[in-house]
């Protein structure tokens, strides 16, 4: 990897989500954050990557099927964590705030998952991929660049599960190359913890 690339990537996807959890002004956090954001959408424009292609309805459905078993082990664990540890929370924005749970899933999928999916899969593949050999080491790297950049929730659950999600969106878009079928995975996933009701360690109304 060259020097250049090598900085790149540590400044955007190590330095800055650390910066987050350092105690200074937040306006110069969402600062660095938008010049982060703004570079990495002129690379992707200049690389012709912004383009939107959209999956048919037949790719899209042998695509659930295959995740399917993946979504269910999902529903179980999670379920269960919520009912044995915050019985309260269990469904609590479906049952009693439909409208702010459905609003959750549209802000959620188009910007939070799918900005997400730009950056670290779409982004983080083209940029880095090359310079790794052993496909399973950079699937791991980037899991854990993808749980470093939640480290600002001070968490240990929401590393666990994004470093898990990551590992699962990176083996996704190395098969598929696909930002909608990745982003469409990740928005399933995603979405189903605010309905379950972990909705408040991601910083939504739970």
């Known amino acids: 990897m060259s020097i250049k690339r090598a900085a790149e990537l540590v ?22 954050v938008l010049i ?9 424009k200049k690389d012709g990557l912004l383009r939107v292609t959209w999956s048919t309805f037949n790719i899209i459905l042998d695509f659930l099927k295959q995740i399917i078993g993946r979504f269910l ?32 899933l549209i802000v959620y999928t188009l910007f939070s998952v799918v900005p997400q999916e730009l950056i670290y899969r779409t982004f983080f593949f083209a940029r880095y991929e090359k310079f790794f050999q052993n496909k399973y ?38 098969n598929t190359r696909s930002t909608f079928l990745v ?19 991601l910083a939504f109304p739970g």
């Open 73 to 104: 082990l999902i529903v179980l664990v999670s379920t269960l964590y919520v009912h044995f540890l915050y019985p309260e929370k269990l469904f609590i924005v479906v049952v009693n705030k439909p409208w702010l749970w459905a609003t959750i």
């Open 36 to 44: 982060g954001c703004i570079y990495v959408a002129l690379i992707l």
């Open 183 to 201: 982003s469409l995975e990740h928005a399933i996933y995603g979405n189903w913890l605010f309905t379950v009701g972990l909705g408040e360690m």
């Open 137 to 174: 080491l950079f699937i791991l790297v980037s899991a854990i660049i993808f749980s470093l950049a939640h480290l600002f929730f001070l968490n240990p659950l929401v590393q666990l599960l994004t470093f898990i999600g990551g590992l699962l969106f990176a083996y996704t878009y190395h």
């Open 11 to 32: 400044l955007l996807f190590v330095l800055l989500p650390i910066s987050l959890c350092l105690n200074f002004y937040v306006a110069i956090k969402m600062g660095l």
